[in-house]
């Protein structure tokens, strides 16, 4: 069984940075893809970046730029380090561990951390 635990959210102003942090439990966690999801209120939930196993990262348009992904497998942790970040960035933002191609769509996920994004 794998569990995912997300720290790092809280309220910052607008152009502030954040970064999120996910540890995650389990003998998997350094081959599998990791990922940072997040939504909003009234909102799907989106794909906002992940990582391959072997450090490759992959970002939504709406973040490339400003956030970045990274892992340290020897601490079994994924980061989201958030910069320039704007009231729509608001959201709770979800760790997530891969189970085969990002693209299937399987795995865990982690309980969520709140992101608010306000003056």
């Known amino acids: 069984q794998v569990q995912l635990a997300e720290s790092g959210g809280g309220l910052v102003q607008p152009g502030g940075s954040l970064r999120l942090s996910c540890a995650a439990s389990?003998?998997?966690?350094?081959?599998?893809?990791m990922g940072w999801y997040r939504q909003a209120p009234g909102k799907q939930r989106e794909l906002v970046a992940f990582?391959?196993?072997?450090?490759?990262?992959n970002y939504a348009d709406s973040v490339r730029g400003r956030f970045t992904i990274s892992r340290d497998n020897a601490k079994n942790t994924v980061y989201l380090q958030m910069t320039s970040l704007k009231p729509e960035d608001a959201a709770v933002y979800y760790c997530r561990l891969f189970l085969g191609p990002v693209a299937r769509g399987q795995g865990y996920w982690g309980q969520g951390t709140q992101v608010t994004v306000s003056s």
């Open positions: 389990g003998s998997i966690f350094s081959v599998n893809a």
């Open positions: 990582i391959s196993g072997g450090g490759i990262p």
